[in-house]
T-cell receptor, first 117, second 114 residues
Protein backbone atom coordinates (compact mmCIF):
# COMPACT_ATOMS: atom_id res chain seq x y z
CA UNK A 1 0.00 0.00 0.00
CA UNK A 2 1.18 3.52 -0.79
CA UNK A 3 0.16 4.84 2.60
CA UNK A 4 -1.96 7.90 3.24
CA UNK A 5 -1.76 10.21 0.24
CA UNK A 6 -2.25 13.94 0.57
CA UNK A 7 -2.38 16.60 -2.09
CA UNK A 8 -1.12 19.11 -2.77
CA UNK A 9 2.18 18.93 -0.83
CA UNK A 10 2.50 22.69 -0.83
CA UNK A 11 -0.11 25.38 -1.32
CA UNK A 12 0.40 29.13 -1.40
CA UNK A 13 -2.72 31.23 -1.61
CA UNK A 14 -3.84 34.77 -1.04
CA UNK A 15 -5.92 35.80 1.91
CA UNK A 16 -9.60 35.42 1.18
CA UNK A 17 -9.22 32.61 -1.31
CA UNK A 18 -10.74 29.16 -0.92
CA UNK A 19 -8.32 26.33 -0.23
CA UNK A 20 -9.08 22.62 -0.57
CA UNK A 21 -6.81 19.95 0.82
CA UNK A 22 -7.24 16.34 -0.22
CA UNK A 23 -6.59 12.99 1.38
CA UNK A 24 -6.75 9.36 0.32
CA UNK A 25 -6.61 7.03 3.34
CA UNK A 26 -5.11 3.57 3.41
CA UNK A 27 -7.47 1.04 1.86
CA UNK A 28 -9.45 -0.82 4.50
CA UNK A 29 -9.06 1.83 7.17
CA UNK A 30 -12.37 3.00 8.59
CA UNK A 31 -11.12 6.02 10.55
CA UNK A 32 -9.82 9.23 9.03
CA UNK A 33 -8.33 12.15 10.94
CA UNK A 34 -7.35 15.69 10.02
CA UNK A 35 -4.61 17.31 12.11
CA UNK A 36 -2.98 20.73 11.98
CA UNK A 37 0.62 21.36 13.04
CA UNK A 38 2.01 24.77 13.99
CA UNK A 39 5.03 25.82 16.00
CA UNK A 40 2.87 27.53 18.60
CA UNK A 41 0.16 24.91 19.11
CA UNK A 42 1.84 21.69 17.99
CA UNK A 43 -0.28 18.90 16.55
CA UNK A 44 -4.01 19.43 16.98
CA UNK A 45 -6.86 17.19 15.93
CA UNK A 46 -9.37 19.11 13.83
CA UNK A 47 -11.96 16.47 12.95
CA UNK A 48 -12.27 12.75 12.50
CA UNK A 49 -14.56 10.39 10.61
CA UNK A 50 -15.61 6.80 11.15
CA UNK A 51 -17.04 4.96 8.17
CA UNK A 52 -17.29 8.30 6.33
CA UNK A 53 -19.39 9.89 9.10
CA UNK A 54 -17.98 12.88 11.05
CA UNK A 55 -17.69 11.86 14.70
CA UNK A 56 -16.03 14.80 16.39
CA UNK A 57 -15.43 18.20 14.82
CA UNK A 58 -14.83 20.07 18.07
CA UNK A 59 -11.28 20.85 16.97
CA UNK A 60 -12.34 22.76 13.87
CA UNK A 61 -11.29 26.30 14.68
CA UNK A 62 -13.98 28.27 12.91
CA UNK A 63 -16.89 28.01 10.52
CA UNK A 64 -14.46 28.85 7.75
CA UNK A 65 -13.22 25.27 8.06
CA UNK A 66 -15.22 22.36 6.72
CA UNK A 67 -14.44 18.72 5.98
CA UNK A 68 -16.18 16.04 3.99
CA UNK A 69 -15.71 12.37 3.33
CA UNK A 70 -17.94 11.41 0.40
CA UNK A 71 -16.60 7.86 0.26
CA UNK A 72 -14.17 5.52 1.99
CA UNK A 73 -11.24 6.51 -0.20
CA UNK A 74 -11.41 10.31 -0.24
CA UNK A 75 -11.70 13.26 2.11
CA UNK A 76 -11.34 17.01 1.76
CA UNK A 77 -10.61 19.82 4.18
CA UNK A 78 -11.76 23.19 2.92
CA UNK A 79 -10.95 26.66 4.23
CA UNK A 80 -13.10 29.48 2.92
CA UNK A 81 -12.08 32.27 3.15
CA UNK A 82 -8.48 31.60 4.09
CA UNK A 83 -6.51 33.87 6.45
CA UNK A 84 -2.77 34.21 7.16
CA UNK A 85 -3.23 32.58 10.59
CA UNK A 86 -4.37 29.40 8.82
CA UNK A 87 -0.79 28.90 7.62
CA UNK A 88 0.32 25.52 8.95
CA UNK A 89 1.04 21.96 7.94
CA UNK A 90 -2.15 19.94 7.65
CA UNK A 91 -1.92 16.18 8.11
CA UNK A 92 -4.38 13.48 7.27
CA UNK A 93 -4.15 10.16 9.09
CA UNK A 94 -6.08 6.91 8.93
CA UNK A 95 -6.49 3.86 11.12
CA UNK A 96 -8.69 0.81 11.45
CA UNK A 97 -10.89 -0.48 14.23
CA UNK A 98 -9.27 -3.09 16.40
CA UNK A 99 -8.42 -4.11 19.92
CA UNK A 100 -4.67 -4.45 19.94
CA UNK A 101 -1.96 -1.90 20.44
CA UNK A 102 -0.22 -2.82 17.22
CA UNK A 103 -3.09 -3.13 14.76
CA UNK A 104 -4.94 0.12 15.26
CA UNK A 105 -2.17 2.67 14.94
CA UNK A 106 -2.75 5.87 13.04
CA UNK A 107 -0.73 6.28 9.84
CA UNK A 108 -0.02 9.84 8.82
CA UNK A 109 0.37 11.28 5.34
CA UNK A 110 3.23 13.56 4.32
CA UNK A 111 1.18 16.65 5.00
CA UNK A 112 0.20 19.76 3.06
CA UNK A 113 2.14 22.89 3.88
CA UNK A 114 -0.29 25.79 3.53
CA UNK A 115 0.89 29.36 3.31
CA UNK A 116 -1.69 32.13 3.20
CA UNK A 117 -0.25 35.52 2.22
CA UNK B 1 -7.38 17.72 31.90
CA UNK B 2 -6.87 16.81 28.28
CA UNK B 3 -3.27 18.02 28.14
CA UNK B 4 -0.16 15.95 27.68
CA UNK B 5 2.94 17.75 28.91
CA UNK B 6 6.27 16.83 27.36
CA UNK B 7 9.83 17.67 28.32
CA UNK B 8 12.47 18.64 27.46
CA UNK B 9 11.73 20.81 24.43
CA UNK B 10 15.12 19.96 22.94
CA UNK B 11 17.83 17.43 23.72
CA UNK B 12 21.40 16.99 22.57
CA UNK B 13 23.02 13.60 23.11
CA UNK B 14 26.33 12.13 22.05
CA UNK B 15 26.37 9.09 19.80
CA UNK B 16 26.05 5.97 21.93
CA UNK B 17 24.38 7.81 24.79
CA UNK B 18 20.90 7.42 26.25
CA UNK B 19 18.14 9.82 25.25
CA UNK B 20 15.29 10.25 27.73
CA UNK B 21 12.07 12.14 27.03
CA UNK B 22 9.32 12.50 29.61
CA UNK B 23 5.58 13.04 29.43
CA UNK B 24 2.84 13.56 31.99
CA UNK B 25 -0.92 13.43 31.62
CA UNK B 26 -3.99 14.32 33.65
CA UNK B 27 -6.86 12.30 32.23
CA UNK B 28 -6.99 8.89 33.90
CA UNK B 29 -9.31 7.66 31.14
CA UNK B 30 -6.42 7.56 28.68
CA UNK B 31 -5.68 3.96 27.74
CA UNK B 32 -3.19 4.19 24.90
CA UNK B 33 0.16 5.98 24.96
CA UNK B 34 2.15 6.08 21.72
CA UNK B 35 5.36 7.78 20.81
CA UNK B 36 5.68 9.23 17.32
CA UNK B 37 8.86 10.15 15.46
CA UNK B 38 8.87 12.92 12.88
CA UNK B 39 11.62 13.82 10.43
CA UNK B 40 11.64 17.23 8.69
CA UNK B 41 9.15 17.37 5.84
CA UNK B 42 7.52 14.10 6.82
CA UNK B 43 4.45 13.07 8.74
CA UNK B 44 4.70 11.59 12.23
CA UNK B 45 5.30 7.83 12.30
CA UNK B 46 4.51 5.50 15.17
CA UNK B 47 7.63 4.41 17.01
CA UNK B 48 6.32 2.42 19.95
CA UNK B 49 3.13 2.34 22.04
CA UNK B 50 1.95 1.02 25.38
CA UNK B 51 -1.27 0.41 27.26
CA UNK B 52 -1.48 1.14 31.03
CA UNK B 53 -1.69 -2.51 32.04
CA UNK B 54 2.08 -2.90 31.65
CA UNK B 55 4.89 -0.82 33.14
CA UNK B 56 7.45 -1.21 30.39
CA UNK B 57 7.67 -2.08 26.72
CA UNK B 58 10.86 -2.54 24.76
CA UNK B 59 11.38 -2.69 21.02
CA UNK B 60 15.00 -2.80 19.98
CA UNK B 61 16.76 0.30 21.30
CA UNK B 62 13.47 2.00 22.24
CA UNK B 63 11.77 1.51 25.61
CA UNK B 64 8.63 3.04 27.09
CA UNK B 65 8.48 3.21 30.88
CA UNK B 66 4.99 3.77 32.26
CA UNK B 67 4.06 4.87 35.80
CA UNK B 68 0.29 4.74 36.17
CA UNK B 69 0.16 6.10 39.72
CA UNK B 70 2.28 9.10 38.80
CA UNK B 71 0.52 9.53 35.45
CA UNK B 72 3.85 9.71 33.68
CA UNK B 73 5.54 7.87 30.88
CA UNK B 74 8.89 8.19 29.22
CA UNK B 75 10.81 7.16 26.13
CA UNK B 76 14.35 5.85 26.45
CA UNK B 77 16.55 5.54 23.38
CA UNK B 78 19.58 3.39 24.10
CA UNK B 79 22.80 3.67 22.09
CA UNK B 80 21.49 6.81 20.37
CA UNK B 81 22.57 7.23 16.75
CA UNK B 82 22.76 10.29 14.47
CA UNK B 83 19.92 8.74 12.45
CA UNK B 84 17.71 9.08 15.54
CA UNK B 85 17.89 12.87 15.20
CA UNK B 86 14.25 13.87 14.79
CA UNK B 87 11.34 15.35 16.72
CA UNK B 88 9.60 12.98 19.11
CA UNK B 89 6.01 13.36 20.24
CA UNK B 90 4.29 11.56 23.05
CA UNK B 91 0.54 11.22 22.80
CA UNK B 92 -2.47 9.76 24.59
CA UNK B 93 -5.87 8.50 23.61
CA UNK B 94 -8.98 7.00 25.18
CA UNK B 95 -10.86 6.04 22.06
CA UNK B 96 -10.89 2.32 22.51
CA UNK B 97 -11.08 0.82 19.06
CA UNK B 98 -9.29 3.57 17.18
CA UNK B 99 -5.97 5.02 18.18
CA UNK B 100 -5.95 8.02 15.92
CA UNK B 101 -7.84 10.44 18.15
CA UNK B 102 -4.68 11.60 19.86
CA UNK B 103 -3.71 14.35 22.28
CA UNK B 104 -0.10 15.17 21.47
CA UNK B 105 2.66 16.64 23.57
CA UNK B 106 4.49 19.65 22.16
CA UNK B 107 7.44 17.58 20.96
CA UNK B 108 11.14 17.14 21.73
CA UNK B 109 13.75 17.90 19.12
CA UNK B 110 16.53 15.36 19.54
CA UNK B 111 19.98 15.91 18.07
CA UNK B 112 22.49 13.08 18.30
CA UNK B 113 26.05 14.28 17.77
CA UNK B 114 28.55 11.94 16.09
Amino acid sequence: DAGVIQSPRHEVTEMGQEVTLRCKPISGHDYLFWYRQTMMRGLELLIYFNNNVPIDDSGMPEDRFSAKMPNASFSTLKIQPSEPRDSAVYFCASSRTGTGVSNTEAFFGQGTRLTVV
Amino acid sequence: QQQVKQSPQSLIVQKGGISIINCAYENTAFDYFPWYQQFPGKGPALLIAIRPDVSEKKEGRFTISFNKSAKQFSLHIMDSQPGDSATYFCAASNEGGSQGNLIFGKGTKLSVKP
